[in-house]
């Protein structure tokens, strides 16, 4: 029996490395797209030394890209590389449109070029929507974009779409919301703060500094998302769904679930600082899955205080270590 082949661009992010580990569960033969210069932590993928394939590529070259599938022959490809910090994409716009966004246009040129039989998963987000008429949102809702990150993957999704309807090959967006999990940075708010509440359990800090507690958010483990990924390239036809929870929670219910987890109370330790308001801050971004559950039966396992307490126990044992 042949095995499966798939492309993974953004292998050594949180996404990627969990989307190895589940395609290798599934007896794939997996490639890992990764620039030859890169500084990134292979801390994530370290465990899968030996079971991955690492090529050397890069978005903003397309004959790598070319090189790589040609050489790979890939069943499956996942783009799941970006410039994804969105703070970062307004000091450095032009970068996060040259990956974000144009490196999709020279990805999804190679493969129509070389290997226009496979099926590819483009990364979208719930930044597209931007500041929504509608909530939730569904895969109908008009985009509007409020920073440059989400300019760039409107860019990204629309081209994707594209090169579907005009070259007949089956491409999909997935509007992943924000997902998350012990291999997310602390710069990001979620980990920032589970990550926090076991410090201060620990003795190894005494407080916490965050923006506005009552910005909401859509929460789900990105081992969910990666299995939505997946999942939607095991279908007949391709289509574009959001993958999300469907529910919003605020940053004051993660910071009191967080602290409750460790058996403290949160308004001890948290301090408001203006400094770390989002001047963009989206509108009550919430994602309507309704048809990624009709279609292709797929809904979240893990609650939102599953998730919290899997990461906040997480960071007490690597901090403990």
Request: glycine share 6%; proline share 4%; hydrophobic share 35%.
């Amino acid at each position: 029996m042949t095995l499966k082949k798939a492309l993974i661009t953004g292998l050594t992010g949180q996404d990627g490395s969990y989307l190895a580990e589940l395609l290798l569960t599934k007896g794939y033969q997996v490639f890992g797209l990764v620039r030859r210069s890169s500084t990134s932590n292979l801390e994530r993928i370290t465990h899968l030394s030996g079971e991955i394939q690492i090529v050397s590529g890069d978005l903003l070259d397309q004959s790598s890209l070319m090189d790589v599938i040609d050489e790979s022959q890939p069943d499956e490809i996942y783009n799941l590389a970006s410039q994804s910090y969105v703070p970062l994409s307004w000091t450095q716009p032009a970068l996060t449109a040259e990956y974000t966004a144009l490196g999709v246009s020279r990805l999804l040129e190679s493969i129509r070029r070389c290997k226009p039989d496979a099926k590819f998963y483009q990364a979208s987000s719930s930044e597209v929507f931007g500041q929504p008429d509608d909530s939730p949102q569904t895969e109908r809702t008009a985009f509007r974009p409020r920073n440059p990150y989400g300019v760039a993957k409107a860019y990204a999704h629309w081209m994707t779409i594209n090169y579907r309807q005009k070259y007949n090959l089956y491409t999909c967006c997935g509007i992943t919301y924000t997902h998350e999990s012990p291999r997310r940075g602390t710069e990001f708010v979620f980990r920032k703060i589970t990550h926090a509440a076991a410090q201060i359990k620990l003795g190894l800090a005494n407080e916490l500094k965050l923006g506005n507690l009552d910005a909401r958010r859509d929460w789900c483990y990105a081992k969910d998302a990666v299995y939505a990924m997946w999942l939607m390239l095991q279908q007949e036809m391709p289509n574009d769904y959001i993958i999300a929870s469907g529910e919003t929670h605020s940053v004051k219910e993660l910071v009191e679930c967080a602290f409750n987890s460790v058996g403290l109370n949160w308004q001890d330790y948290v301090l408001v600082d203006p400094a770390f308001y989002r001047p963009d801050e989206p509108i009550q971004l919430v994602g309507c899955i309704d048809k990624i559950k009709t279609e292709i039966d797929w809904q979240p396992q893990y609650s939102f205080n599953e998730l919290v307490e899997l990461m906040v126990d997480y960071d007490l044992k690597k901090l403990s270590s």
